[in-house]
């Protein structure tokens, strides 16, 4: 006898699919870029890094939460938003370090990465655009991948100021903007994870 699944059952299986590959992306390249910003002295990779992490912690909870309840999904987006949140709190911290330092960051290594993390994050915002009017939990993923793409293309403007100036402050002003990206992007999620989670009580 033929086994058929229905179709939320194969959503779910193209879900995870979907989420397992994008985890993957961004697990290897937060190691790859994390190493790379400690050798270029750049903050605006080591923040691209972080962003890298969180997200793969973002892809793992929400592979975590896939067949789980709607207020469970809301649970986990809650702590997504808390999650994008340290990240904007540990660039700042490392942006004012930066600021009382003399190194210049390495502009050629920050291009390279930068447009690794570029075609990395654009393959999984490809990947992930499908069911970005999902529910909560794949909504919350989508916005990860969007910032990603919009902070790999500050990385390469970065790169070339850098180069063109040799000046530090570039590579800081940019790791600031980030955080505070994060936490304008953290907004959306905490409301609607708190407005499911009202709902679900």
């Known amino acids: ?5 229905g179709p939320n059952e194969q959503m779910h299986e193209d879900q995870a699919r979907v989420l397992k590959i994008v985890f993957a992306i961004n697990a290897f390249m937060f190691v790859f870029e994390f190493s ?6 750049s903050t605006s990779l080591l923040s691209d890094s972080l962003d890298m992490f969180g997200d793969a912690l973002v ?4 592979l975590y939460v896939l067949h789980r309840s709607d207020r469970w999904k ?21 942006a004012i370090y930066k600021s009382f ?11 390279w990465v930068g447009l690794c993390a570029l075609i990395a994050n654009g393959t999984s915002l490809l990947l992930i655009r499908k069911y970005k ?20 293309v500050g990385v390469l403007i970065v790169a070339g100021v850098v180069g063109l100036t040799q000046s530090k402050w570039p590579d800081i002003a940019f790791g600031l903007i980030v955080a505070i990206l994060f936490f304008k992007s953290a907004w959306p ?13």
Do not use: W
């Not at 809301?74 to 490392?94: D, H, Q, R, S, T």
């Not at 330092?101 to 291009?111: E, H, K, N, R, V």
């Open 74 to 94: 809301a649970g986990v987006a809650f702590a997504k938003g808390l999650l994008i949140c340290m990240a904007g709190v540990v660039i700042i911290a490392e």
């Open 189 to 201: 999620i905490f409301r609607d994870s708190i407005r499911a989670l009202r709902v679900r009580s």
């Open 133 to 152: 009017d999902g529910d909560l939990n794949m909504r919350s993923s989508y916005i990860c991948s969007r910032n990603d793409m919009i902070s790999n």
């Open 36 to 41: 790379m910003g400690l050798i270029s002295h």
């Open 59 to 62: 892809y793992g909870l929400s």
């Open 1 to 5: 006898m033929k086994h058929c699944c």
């Open 101 to 111: 330092t003399d190194i210049i960051p390495t502009a050629q290594i920050i291009g």
